[in-house]
């Protein structure tokens, strides 16, 4: 069920560890289900840079995004895809999720860059979760404070550092774009709140955002190595609290028992 094999772009630096997370996950709830076919929801899915790769899989998905340009780029991809028949876009967010979709009526939903724009990222999680069945998968993806944290000391911000260190929502100013990051132990305590079950989490971004774009761009092979590299180490425990983003894999507790 994988599709075929491409160049590795640098943009997959940024999401081959959940592509590849997220693909054995479907995987394994097509053969729990005993269907080919399953119904992913997609919250804040955009133009589609996960959607569209899903329902070449064979899945029928639903993006629900607030931006209306975004869901014109997410039906023209899945039209040049040849997956337009597989793939919904409806206009909406995660706090009015049951205004646009049914309330357990998914196999998986994925949810990638949406809690650190929450007013209310518990509510967002508890939402998404409602729209699983009683049977399914949890792919959570969120700004991890870590790696913020290093960055902005790399570059030589060292009140900034501190200040995103301090702060309850992990800003380092007024000037920072992003309303919330998340530890670990935050994010998954956001999900375990729900009544599921961790049952993965990755560091996404360890080094790809530290590493020098002409490095990457310009060495032979630095891109695979680099993605290697970012492979290996997502699993581990030790670079997660240095991760731009984390990455959260949920299952309901019957999903766990299959």
Not at 24 to 32: G, M, N, P, S
Not at 64 to 87: C, H, K, Q, T, Y
Not at 234 to 253: I, N, P, Y
Request: hydrophobic share 45%; net charge negative.
């Amino acid at each position: 069920m994988r599709p075929p094999a491409s160049p590795r772009p640098r943009s997959s630096l940024r999401t081959a560890v959940v592509w590849e997370v997220l693909q054995e996950a479907l995987e394994r709830r097509v053969k729990a289900t005993g269907r080919e076919s399953l119904d992913v929801l997609d919250t804040g899915g955009g133009s589609g840079n996960f959607a569209v790769p899903v329902a070449r899989l064979g899945h029928r998905v639903t993006v629900v995004d607030p931006s209306p340009n975004a869901l014109f780029a997410l039906e023209r991809r899945a039209a040049e895809a040849g997956v337009a028949d597989r793939v919904k876009g409806v206009q909406g967010d995660a706090h009015g999720l049951f205004d646009v979709v049914e309330r357990g009526g998914f196999d998986a939903v994925l949810c990638h860059g949406v809690l650190e724009y929450l007013d209310d990222p518990a509510e967002g999680v508890r939402n998404v979760v409602a729209a699983l069945r009683s049977e399914g998968v949890l792919s959570l993806l969120a700004a991890g404070l870590g790696g913020a944290v290093l960055a902005r000391a790399l570059a030589g911000h060292f009140k900034e550092a501190r200040q995103a260190l301090d702060d309850p929502n992990g800003r380092w100013g007024e000037g920072d774009p992003v309303p919330h990051r998340f530890t670990t132990e935050q994010l998954t305590g956001l999900v375990e709140a729900t009544g599921l079950g961790v049952t993965a989490v990755h560091g996404v971004r360890i080094f790809a955002d530290l590493v020098p774009g002409v490095l990457v761009d310009t060495e032979p092979g630095a891109l695979e190595a680099l993605l290697k590299l970012e492979e290996a180490a997502a699993e581990l425990a030790a670079f997660h609290s240095v991760a731009t983003q984390l990455h959260v894999l949920a299952e309901t507790r019957g999903t766990q028992e299959v």
